[in-house]
């Protein structure tokens, strides 16, 4: 009966996914000390070229529009670093979209670290609507502690730099803030920081990583939540109750000032979860698969978070992109985040708001000593139980078709509201408990006092 309950659920989904591009594959300008992805390149052995052929990225692009059975196609650049194959090269793919586009809107969004932006880069983007995302940590010190170039100096400057020229260009972009050991002791300064950068859509991804107790140097050091050796939770990676910390503190400064001027991410896919809608964010939806990542090559994997041989579909240039979006493999990775969460959560009481977060995450064990837990898991619990009095409020004004944002006046009301002891009228039975009236018991005792 399972098997043809997930049988018709694959039949039902429609073409409609969204494809990562890594055109540089790991390839990046920097050595960040967090990045998972730098190791990638051992994953291709002695490979140098990490640039996409001209003739994959138009058989992708052609192939990509064709299969999605949506009006608007979005295209996701990111890498490594995707300035680095110039600004020919994605001229190139903007004309071939609208080569392909048959009708369809198409909307390209782009990932960088900012620090090889240029005035060109700017206006290209913004000629031709593209969102940029800005990968910053926050203020010089937060950004610097691990996001370092290649010879381990900072790049704050150079970042501050390309957004001051996203800005001059009316370039849209927002920001992608990784949240780390260093960091995180900074929630308030980061927060506040981004919204004076101009930062409307402000995202924050916990980093969390493992590093292995031995490996050959051929393998990876950063290992998937199914490695088994040992393996220790890396230096740089956030605290789960730090994190939740982090949460709060930014969320107790948004809810009151700046519902409906700024957004977060987090915030928002909570609200969303909160009132029965889908998320918009894979980690906080129940099931995933309909997010992968193209390589620089061609190879087709699960997920972003997901690059490991286990998780390789094919290739694009030998396999159907639909058959092995639709692949039995690729069902089975989305299905099993609903269905590997061990009863621990399924008990939980924000289950709803977490649904176990992202399965990368998942290598800790449950206080009964179950496999599967995730290892952010009370940092998001006490996340998800502070907002829920304000995401109740925010849902009532959703459900009677007013503005969320009203949140902010509920709470002034209600913190500064004058809390006043009743005052009893003369024949009233007096509040002590005496069985008096009012007038003839303490009534009288004040008017004594007085």
Request: charged share 25%.
């Amino acid at each position: 009966m399972d098997l043809l309950f997930n049988d018709a659920l694959k039949l039902q989904r429609p073409d409609a996914f969204s494809i990562m591009v890594k055109p540089t594959g790991p390839l990046c300008n920097l050595n960040c000390t967090y990045c998972y992805y730098l190791v990638k390149k051992k994953m291709y052995g002695g490979e140098n070229d990490f640039r996409m052929k001209d003739d994959l990225l138009e058989a992708f692009i052609k192939n990509y529009i064709e299969v999605q059975q949506v009006p608007v196609v979005t295209f996701v650049w990111q890498g490594g670093e995707p300035t680095l194959l110039g600004l020919d090269f994605f001229r190139k793919a903007v004309d071939l979209q609208r080569k392909y586009a048959n009708g369809k809107t198409i909307e390209n969004a782009f990932q960088t670290n900012g620090t090889m932006l240029t005035d060109d880069w700017c206006r290209f983007f913004a000629d031709n609507k593209m969102l940029v995302g800005i990968s910053i940590d926050g203020e010089e010190h937060n950004h610097d502690h691990y996001r370092k170039t290649r010879t381990g100096g900072g790049t704050f400057k150079k970042v501050m730099k390309g957004i001051e020229l996203l800005r001059k260009n009316k370039a849209e972009f927002n920001t992608l803030s990784c949240v780390n050991s260093y960091n995180v002791n900074y929630a308030s300064d980061t927060y506040r920081f981004l919204k004076n950068i101009g930062s409307g859509f402000i995202q924050f991804l916990p980093v969390v990583e493992r590093v292995a107790f031995e490996h050959d140097g051929a393998s990876l050091i950063l290992v998937p939540p199914s490695y088994s050796d040992k393996a220790a939770v890396a230096e740089w990676s956030v605290g789960a109750e730090d994190f939740g910390r982090f949460l709060i503190t930014i969320f107790n400064e948004w809810v009151r000032n700046d519902v409906a001027r700024f957004y977060v991410q987090i915030f928002d896919v909570t609200l969303a979860n909160y009132v029965g809608e889908l998320p918009g964010l894979c980690v906080f939806a129940e099931t995933c698969g309909d997010a992968l990542v193209m390589e620089h090559n061609g190879d087709l994997f699960s997920c972003d978070h997901f690059v490991y041989a286990d998780n390789y579909l094919g290739n694009i240039s030998t396999s159907s992109m639909v058959e092995m979006v639709k692949s039995q493999k690729q069902f089975d990775f989305g299905i099993d985040k609903r269905n590997k969460l061990p009863a621990f959560c399924l008990q939980c009481d924000v289950q709803y708001a977490c649904h176990g977060e992202c399965p990368k995450h998942r290598f800790a064990n449950t206080p009964d000593g179950k496999p599967g837990l995730n290892y952010l898991c009370k940092g998001y619990k006490s996340f998800f139980h502070h907002v829920e009095p304000y995401m109740e409020f925010m849902a009532k004004e959703l459900k009677n078709r007013r503005a969320p944002a009203n949140v902010m006046t509920w709470i002034r009301n209600r913190e500064n509201q004058a809390v006043r002891p009743l005052i009893p009228e003369r024949n009233d039975p007096c509040p002590c408990g005496s069985g008096k009236k009012y007038k003839n018991c303490c009534a009288g005792y004040q008017s004594f006092l007085k």
